[in-house]
């Protein structure tokens, strides 16, 4: 089974800009993995952020985006706020409904 | 309004059985594919069953198959996931979460708030 990668904690200053990673331990990801990314704060549910790769939810806040970049999916947030602190999760797809989580990326707003 | 409520968990022993249910509404649920998530406590979301809208195809993780079963009820807009020879590794909250195309089976775009799921002596 394919393991999924995210740096396992990031921080980033009030106003700052960050980039978390995802990558795949079976070569590049590619828009074909349909690479999602998901916020969760502490004692809630996940919350879905970005869908294929760059696509945005109505509740998705502007300051995120997604793209691919260096064989990795990313998502950038760019003016970080104090709310955005919490763990971000990618999900990669490999075959249809089998899917794989990455580890999770705990942001710090400091 | 798209809502996802899950319930049915709860304290069981290793080796038993538990169902757990997921009750959706706001969307046209046989339109959808249905998945389960899951959390152990302090640790990643991990996949662990989806079923297509019809009911027709169902797929599940590695660590699950053979044990769990997923299934819904079309009509009476739920989803269900019935867990047997249940492991303490299978402690865990559940979430189901809402496939967010008609045409897809994999991605989710709205999740519930979870149900707990213990398994021990």
């Known amino acids: 089974q394919a393991v999924v990668t995210q740096e396992p904690s990031l921080t980033v200053s009030p106003g700052g800009t960050v980039t978390l990673t995802c990558g795949s331990s079976t070569g590049a990801v590619t828009s074909g993995h349909y690479p999602y990314w998901f916020q969760q704060k502490p004692g809630q549910a996940p919350r879905t952020l970005i869908y294929?790769?760059?696509n945005k939810h109505s509740w998705t806040p502007a300051r995120f985006s997604g793209s691919l970049f260096g064989g990795k999916a990313a998502l950038t947030l760019s003016g970080a706020q104090p709310e955005d602190e919490a763990e971000y999760y990618c999900l990669l797809s490999y075959s249809g409904a089998y899917v794989v989580f990455g580890g999770g990326t705990k942001l710090t707003v400091l | 309004e798209v809502q996802l409520l899950e319930s049915g968990g709860g304290l069981v022993q290793p080796g038993g059985s538990l169902r757990v249910s997921c009750a959706a509404s706001?969307?046209?649920?046989?339109?959808?594919?249905m998945t389960w998530v899951r959390q152990a406590p302090g640790k990643g979301l991990e996949w662990v069953s989806t079923?297509?809208?019809?009911?027709?195809?169902?797929y599940y993780a590695d660590s699950v198959k053979g044990r769990f079963t997923i299934s819904r009820d079309n009509s009476k807009h739920t989803l269900y996931l019935h867990m047997n020879s249940l492991r303490a590794e299978d402690t865990a909250v559940y979430y189901c979460a809402k496939v967010d195309d008609e045409a897809d089976v994999y991605g989710m775009d709205v999740w519930g708030q979870g149900t707990t799921v213990t398994v021990s002596s």
């Open positions: 706001g969307f046209t649920f046989s339109s959808y594919a």
């Open positions: 294929d790769t760059s």
């Open positions: 079923i297509s809208g019809s009911a027709g195809t169902t």
